[in-house]
């Protein structure tokens, strides 16, 4: 059974960077087939598609982040990442990393992690 | 960006009753990239629908998702005291990927 497992700091201070990992196991992120991605959402508030990552480095960014977002894969430790800089309370969020299915880079969404709540404060 | 409207936004009904969940699109969904998502308190959403209509793995046939171009409606044919929960839906055939706002089903 594939699981995901976010990691990183729950709480970051405003300007400085967010830094998530998603661990992924029981399956390969170095399938063709999949893309692996991160979404987020704020508290009480709807889900919002981040970006996307295939196993070979290739990135896609929601345009409203993607001055701010950087993407990287490890293969060989079953790792992707995600690094959003100059964060402020806006992005205050439980972060998701998933697998996608099929079909498109960005959904849907068939495994998720349990998700990390990220908050930013001072 | 398309922007999914998601009606009603709370669905009070009973178990063993019908629920009709509308899914509408600012511009046509691209090849009905339309996904539907149940979501729990606490939870990770988990995938129900893709392709607007297909189920996804391990989701009972009770759930089932039609529609295209701006109009997409997941149906759960007979509510069973799990199924409630917040739904919503995606579309993921133009980017960016974006989510309704979610349409919370409670009980009556």
């Known amino acids: 059974q594939l699981q995901l497992q976010e990691s990183g700091p729950g709480l970051v201070k405003p300007s400085e960077t967010l830094s998530l990992t998603c661990t992924v196991s029981?399956?390969?992120?170095?399938?063709?087939?999949?893309?692996w991605g991160w979404i987020r959402q704020p508290p009480g508030k709807g889900l919002e598609w981040i970006g996307s990552i295939y196993y070979s480095g290739s990135t896609y960014y929601n345009p409203s982040l993607k001055s701010r977002v950087t993407m990287s894969v490890d293969t060989s430790k079953k790792q992707f990442s995600l690094k959003l800089t100059s964060v402020t309370a806006a992005d205050t969020a439980v972060y998701y990393c998933?697998?996608?299915?099929?079909?498109?880079?960005?959904?849907?969404?068939?495994?998720w992690g349990q998700g990390t709540l990220v908050t930013v404060s001072s | 960006e398309i922007v999914l409207t998601q009606s009603p936004g709370t669905l009070s009904l009973s178990p063993g009753e019908r629920a009709t969940l509308s899914c509408r699109a600012s511009?046509?969904?691209?090849?009905?990239?339309l996904a539907w998502y149940q979501q729990k308190p606490g939870q990770a959403p988990r995938l129900l629908i893709y392709g607007a209509s297909s189920r996804a793995t391990g989701i009972p046939d009770r759930f089932s998702g039609s529609g295209s171009g701006t109009d997409f409606t997941l149906t759960i044919s007979r509510l069973e005291p799990e199924d409630f929960a917040v739904y919503c839906c995606q579309q993921y055939g133009s980017s960016p990927a974006t989510f309704g706002q979610g349409t919370r089903l409670e009980i009556k």
């Open positions: 511009q046509s969904v691209s090849s009905s990239y």
């Open positions: 029981g399956g390969a992120i170095s399938s063709s087939t999949y893309h």
């Open positions: 998933a697998r996608v299915y099929c079909c498109d880079s960005s959904g849907p969404f068939d495994y």
